[in-house]
């Protein structure tokens, strides 16, 4: 499992630049736009620059800190103090996937032209179970709670 913890600080990068979904208004002569973790976060900047923090922070911030700390944790650099912050980091990294499938929601509700998912959202919700099952079967969670 550390090692597969360690392919998730590549593969977490590569899934924030992928494409998420595919979004336009569907029709035959006009190409969907492709849309990212990092590109919406970047349109989200401009409406809202405080939402676009949060969401920043739950998406991209949680999730890569958690992966780093347990990376940490099983090769044995990190400390006690900082261990102890790893189920904190856990729990907000969690909410990524309801931010995922929140925009999604609200781009299918608005009706308005064709929202498609793409293959970067496969790839960022294995991203998200691969941390989940490296934090909950690694050898140093099965001596510990985090």
């Known amino acids: 499992m550390r090692y597969l913890n360690l392919a998730l600080l590549v593969a977490y990068p590569v899934a924030w630049f992928a494409p998420i979904l595919q979004a336009g208004l569907g029709l035959p002569f006009m ?10 976060l970047a349109s989200l900047w401009q409406a809202d620059p405080g939402l676009a923090a949060l969401v920043g922070l739950f998406a991209i911030i949680a999730p890569y800190a958690k992966t780093l700390g347990l990376a940490l944790r099983d ?72």
Request: proline letters at 2%; aromatic letters at 10%.
């Open 31 to 40: 190409a969907l736009d492709q849309i990212s973790i990092v590109s919406g």
């Open 75 to 146: 090769f044995g650099h990190l400390n006690a103090r900082w261990r102890r912050l790893l189920p904190g980091l856990g729990r907000l990294a969690m909410a990524d996937i309801f931010v995922i499938a929140l925009y999604i929601t609200l781009a299918k509700g608005i009706g308005i032209g064709t929202v498609q998912v793409a293959w970067g959202l496969y790839l960022f919700t294995a991203c998200v179970l691969a941390s989940l099952a490296c934090s909950l079967w690694s050898p140093a969670h099965l001596r510990e709670d985090v």
